[in-house]
């Protein structure tokens, strides 16, 4: 059923007052292409939504939001291991707990990452150092010109650093209705990530011994220690891409900053973003309604549930700085609608 004049503040995390034209939540394809086919009628623009952890609203959307309620899971084993489908609308976090809580490992690094299943492969989630597309294998899609049904193989999706060939060539032409993923039979825990080496180091803990539990519970421990909880503080995580630069930008970098946090990622150096923000002394600022936050200056926080504009203005503010101070550009990683 379309809704209209229907109130977005409680469907994102930035807890941003939107509203919008018309609204359909969607709990499997058929519904979907129902609500595909009504935009198109009406020459409606196009906003999925899942849990609205990565979105910032700069005003009120004159389209249609499709709100994915699609729900649904299956685990099968075979010779590699466990094939995991489920749904675009169940809980990104949840289907880490499921999985890691029967031994099954390969998501435990990107536990309490906000958000739906559904737009994981959009962003190419990732954390302490795993993304989704090592185990990612396939999606499903609806085409939103057509209706029609399409699959994704893990080349299809174009998957690179945050980035997915849903945020290129395939923009705003599909959207995604079910995600599966390959969990290895051989698992090894994945602890290149100095702060959650770092964690079972203090510890004493014997890593060769470690479970996906025991790591995905390291990770939601670290997590909960710098980052707030939308429930608490109105967020969409972290709010910039850690920027990419080349071996000669970092050298000079590092001559000049010798504490400077980066990491080696091919022949380039992936810098720490929230290092950045910090130095540059944006770490607890506030604008009005909005803010950096006090803990991790990656993340932006609207505790006076400020408007789009103000949030956009922050990091605007923010990218201009760190250009001017560092040479380098800040790249967000929620998308503005509208």
Partial sequence: MIETDVDLQPLNTLAIAARTAYFARVENIEELREALAFARAKKLSILPLGGGSNIVLTGDFPGLVILIEMAGLTLEKNLRGTRVSAAAGENWHRLVMQTTEQGLGGLENLALIPGKIGAAPIQNIGAYGVELRDTFTDLLAVHIPTGELHVFSNKDCQFGYRDS???GAARDQYIITQVSLQLPADWQARLDYP???QFFTERGQDTASLTPAAVAAAVIDIRNSKLPSPDDIPNAGSF???PLVDADCYRSLKAAHPDLV????GDQWKLAAGWLIDRAGWRGKRRNSVG???RQ????VNPGRGSGAEVTCLAEEIAED????????LEPEPRYYP
């Fill in 165 to 167: 060939a849903f945020k």
């Fill in 195 to 197: 702060a959650l080496r």
């Fill in 240 to 242: 910039f891409k850690n």
């Fill in 262 to 265: 980066a990491f080696a990622a």
């Fill in 292 to 294: 950096v936050h006090d």
């Fill in 297 to 300: 200056a990656l993340v932006l």
């Fill in 322 to 329: 760190i250009r001017a101070k560092f040479g380098v550009n």
